[in-house]
């Protein structure tokens, strides 16, 4: 919907507040017309139901208005001595229409002094866990975030199991589009796994001022635009889905708006500079390790590396020792019990399952060992004696494709050599033909919502031929510090600014082998309580923050005994 749709539709619900409330006005000393003024009659109507005023400002809130709406009804029939839990309950499931028959009764009378006070433990239960809905829900949806590295794609500048809390104020709030969503939960409601919100109707898209602009090498969390899918890691049929609801990303903005940007060899270039990355960038590449003696795995994870694969053979494997092994094993190899391997993660398999199936399990000493790894890492590792060299993978040859954006050919970029490509920004032109229209078309189409056709006479936009195009909204490119391991802006294209959810500011807890179940998870206290940006080693805030809310409850508790002792 439009604003002028949504226009309209506010007025309709206008007309609709006053001919089911008018006599209710008059009943309770207010002229009747005050029920046709918009927003004055919520004022008014708030001094009928004896709530304070400020409640008006939740009512235009996206997703909270739902919750204040059947808070309201109920509040006006309670007000007018519909106390009764039938006529709650027809007032909710009418959407308020019941109200109309209270309206239009021979004598509604109007209870001025009623108590505001609920009558039984569960309605006090209940009126505290809605406005601490409605509280969070604003916190939620406007101010912080919390958000959970689920993959390795910002390894190791942000590492999986990082709990984030994300500002959401920063690069100025997103007000929800959606605005019939179950509220808390993101696009699927948990336990029962269906969709949590409607498709329609949608506000337009709308942005709070902002502390902010984002700049390059900021880490944003964003919704991923070329989303197609309901949930996270479930194989299922695409979907579409709003802005709003579509997966959120976490990726490092390397590229601006009207920037050129291009990779070389695996380095990020803007506007012909090398990238330089902020202090705790850790950016990493794919490697291999070349040892003519053999490439030790506990060597390398004595050194705090993590990031490899182990092979074993087993001599006497069974279906039931296959199966218990299987949580550990990324793929196996092997056709007969005498060449049987499997691979593994750095942690290996283990050794209590070895023992426990009498396994004849030895790992073998490769002479060549794929590794993902920093620059910095790459260059410690080959002053290793045991090493004979580290060479980073690095995809020179370029063929036409397309698996990366645009996803079109003949163009041939890839992973590593990448462009030049300028980034869109609000109100710069740019010329349209059939080399630039594959790289715009879907801002053209889907982000900026043109009718587009493009026939052997050239291309028209909204019925027009075009052969220039002006961007309404800024873009930005987005990529992950695993630069082989990140699915980004390289494979599906430019990130819209109506896509921008905020800002990561704060780690409030860590954890180490967080896809490996609960039971598994192993504190990084060393990450509790620390920024996300800085310069430095990072630095935890959670004794401070412990010492603090104890100070805080100490002087509460002083508080409270010397009055009771007053």
Request: aromatic share 14%; hydrophobic share 40%.
């Amino acid at each position: 919907m439009n604003w002028t749709e949504w226009f309209l539709f506010f007025i309709g619900l206008q007309l609709l507040h006053f001919s089911g409330t008018w006599k209710l006005y008059k009943v309770a000393g207010y002229a009747p017309w005050k029920a046709a003024v918009p927003v004055y009659n919520a004022v008014v109507l708030m001094r009928i139901i004896n709530r304070p005023t400020w409640w008006v400002i939740l009512l235009f809130i996206p997703v909270v208005n739902l919750i204040m709406f059947l808070v309201i009804w109920v509040e006006t029939l309670r007000s007018f001595g519909k106390n009764s839990s039938k006529d709650t309950f027809l007032g909710i499931v009418t959407l308020g229409l019941y109200i109309f028959t209270l309206n239009y009764s021979a004598h509604p009378t109007h209870i001025r002094d009623r108590s505001l006070q609920p009558k039984t433990g569960l309605g006090e239960t209940v009126s505290s866990v809605l406005f601490a809905v409605v509280a969070a829900t604003i916190v939620h949806n406007y101010i912080f975030q919390p958000f959970i590295i689920p993959t390795g794609s910002l390894e190791k500048s942000l590492l999986i199991g990082d709990f984030l809390i994300v500002s959401k104020f920063h690069y100025g709030a997103r007000p929800p589009m959606t605005t019939a969503a179950f509220p808390m939960v993101h696009d699927t409601l948990p336990l029962v796994g269906v969709k949590s919100y409607l498709n329609k109707p949608q506000l337009p898209y709308m942005r709070l001022p902002a502390l902010q602009k984002i700049k390059q090498n900021d880490i944003v969390v964003f919704s991923w635009p070329a989303d197609t899918v309901r949930r996270f890691f479930v194989k299922e049929k695409g979907v579409r889905k709003p802005i709003d609801k579509k997966s959120n990303y976490v990726k490092r903005c390397v590229a601006l708006p009207g920037d050129t940007l291009e990779i070389i060899n695996g380095l990020v270039h803007t506007n012909g500079k090398h990238l330089e990355l902020p202090d705790r960038a850790r950016v990493q590449y794919s490697h291999t390790i070349y040892a003519e003696a053999g490439i030790s795995s506990r060597k390398l994870a004595e050194q705090g590396f993590s990031d490899f694969t182990r092979t074993y053979k087993i001599d006497n494997i069974t279906q039931e020792s296959f199966n218990a092994l299987l949580p550990y094993i990324i793929w196996q190899s092997g056709a007969t019990l005498e060449n049987f391997r499997v691979y593994t993660g750095a942690k290996g398999l283990p050794v209590s399952l070895i023992r426990q199936y009498r396994l004849n399990a030895t790992e073998l000493l490769e002479k060549r060992k794929d590794i993902v790894l920093t620059l910095n890492e790459a260059a410690q590792l080959r002053s290793q004696s045991w090493t004979d060299s580290v060479v980073r993978k690095i995809a020179r040859v370029k063929s036409a494709n397309t698996a990366f954006f645009p996803n079109r050919i003949p163009y041939d970029w890839n992973e590593d050599n990448f462009g030049p490509l300028v980034i869109p920004k609000a109100g710069t032109t740019v010329n349209i033909n059939s080399t630039t229209w594959p790289l715009y078309k879907k801002i053209i189409q889907d982000y900026e919502k043109n009718q587009v056709a493009v026939t052997s006479a050239g291309i028209s936009i909204n019925g027009q031929p075009a052969d220039s195009y002006t961007f309404k909204q800024n873009y930005y490119w987005m990529m992950g510090d695993n630069r082989h391991r990140s699915e980004d802006s390289r494979y599906w294209g430019f990130v819209p600014e109506d896509h921008i959810v905020g800002k990561p500011v704060f780690i409030w807890f860590s954890v180490d082998g967080f896809n490996d179940g609960i039971k598994n998870w192993k504190i990084r206290w060393d990450r509790v309580f620390t920024t996300v940006g800085g310069e430095g080693e990072r630095t935890s805030y959670l004794v401070p923050f412990l010492v603090f809310i104890a100070l805080w409850q100490g002087v509460a508790w002083f508080r409270k005994r010397k009055k009771a002792t007053a």
